[in-house]
T-cell receptor, first 109, second 111 residues
Framework: AQRVTQPEKLLSVFKGAPVELKCNYSYSGSPELFWYVQYSRQRLQLLLRHISRESIKGFTADLNKGETSFHLKKPFAQEEDSAMYYC???????????FGTGTRLTVIP | SQTIHQWPATLVQPVGSPLSLECTVEGTSNPNLYWYRQAAGRGLQLLFYSVGIGQISSEVPQNLSASRPQDRQFILSSKKLLLSDSGFYLCAQGALGATQYFGPGTRLTVL
């Protein structure tokens, strides 16, 4: 069965410090992994997907199949990065996404 | 580009009252549609998804139901609300193998 684990509910870092939001998954096939972000009073929106191998707002995430992880990283955190971050998995041929419980990131000025 | 509308934006209902939340999608045809709930202190939970008119799949058994009367309309309902139904309800759409796009959400408080 699919499972997405985000071990940290809350994460605080100082502005300019590196940040890593952890995500581990469980899936028997080849999943698609996503990171979603929800800023205060805004809708949930897609941040990035592993297929695109892109960097959005300075964030990157690499799919590590050996460790079944998809950690989100940014070398220098900014105050505007404070938000709720969700890791999500979509199984091959599936119609839905499985979300982790989310990590609330607070960047301290 | 697709746009997802949800209403109402906020709703306060007494326990035992009925519920109807509506989601409509613009800019796409035959979308896959989803209802998620985001409860306080918990992550997103998929409630229902639909791949076409009249086709509903339930992920979590509960006192909620969903219907899809039109291609771009998805409705979440309940005959009798429970306190535990309070939460933030999100409608989303996304094609197979692609990303999901979310509506603005409805915040439901059951008293």
């Amino acid at each position: 069965a699919q499972r997405v684990t985000q071990p940290e509910k809350l994460l605080s870092v100082f502005k300019g410090a590196p940040v890593e939001l952890k995500c581990n998954y469980s899936y028997s096939g080849s999943p698609e992994l996503f990171w979603y972000v929800q800023y205060s009073r805004q809708r949930l929106q897609l941040l990035l997907r592993h297929i695109s191998r892109e960097s959005i707002k300075g964030f990157t995430a690499d799919l590590n199949k050996g460790e079944t992880s998809f950690h989100l990283k940014k070398p220098f955190a900014q105050e505007e990065d404070s938000a709720m971050y969700y890791c999500a998995l979509k199984g091959a041929g599936a119609n839905n996404l499985f979300f982790g419980t989310g990590t609330r990131l607070t960047v301290i000025p | 580009s697709q746009t997802i509308h949800q209403w109402p934006a906020t709703l306060v209902q007494p326990v035992g009252s009925p519920l109807s939340l509506e989601c409509t999608v613009e800019g796409t045809s035959n979308p896959n549609l989803y209802w998620y709930r985001q409860a306080a202190g918990r992550g997103l939970q998929l409630l229902f998804y639909s791949v076409g008119i009249g086709q509903i799949s339930s992920e979590v058994p509960q006192n909620l139901s969903a219907s899809r009367p039109q291609d771009r309309q998805f409705i979440l309902s309940s005959k009798k609300l429970l306190l535990s139904d309070s939460g933030f309800y999100l409608c989303a759409q996304g094609a197979l193998g692609a990303t999901q796009y979310f509506g603005p959400g409805t915040r439901l408080t059951v008293l």
